[in-house]
């Protein structure tokens, strides 16, 4: 079974950075591509930003592109999510997820695999 924990999350202020970290643990061998999706209160899971297997391949929801950037260590088991210059909208909680297929996707009912969420709130 694969199990993700994410880490990192806070209160910043508008303009401020956060780094998020998400460790995969379980059945690693497997290959995963991994992303980050963000629910705020009242509204839907939404797609932040994917990244494939190997790394060589990233996606970004349009909202986030030049400000967050995702990455991933396998040696480590880890994926990471930089995001600079937050502003208030960016205030969800945030999930890293696991999907077998190798490129990722911005949709979640692929994904098998999710963390428990961490906090961001950016304050303006």
């Known amino acids: 079974q694969t199990q993700l924990v994410e880490s990192g999350g806070g209160l910043v202020q508008a303009g401020g950075s956060l780094r998020l970290s998400c460790t995969v643990s379980?059945?690693?061998?497997?290959?995963?591509?991994l992303a980050w999706f963000r629910q705020a209160p009242g509204k839907e899971r939404e797609f932040v930003a994917a990244i494939s297997w190997s790394g060589d391949t990233t996606y970004y929801a349009d909202s986030v592109k030049g400000r967050l950037t995702i990455s991933r260590d396998n040696a480590k088991n880890t994926m990471s999510l930089q995001m600079n210059s937050l502003k208030p909208e960016d205030t969800a909680v945030y999930y890293c997820a696991a999907t077998r297929d190798y490129s990722g996707s911005s949709l979640p009912g692929l994904y098998d695999y999710w963390g428990q969420g961490t906090q961001v709130t950016v304050s303006s």
């Open positions: 379980g059945r690693t061998s497997s290959n995963y591509a």
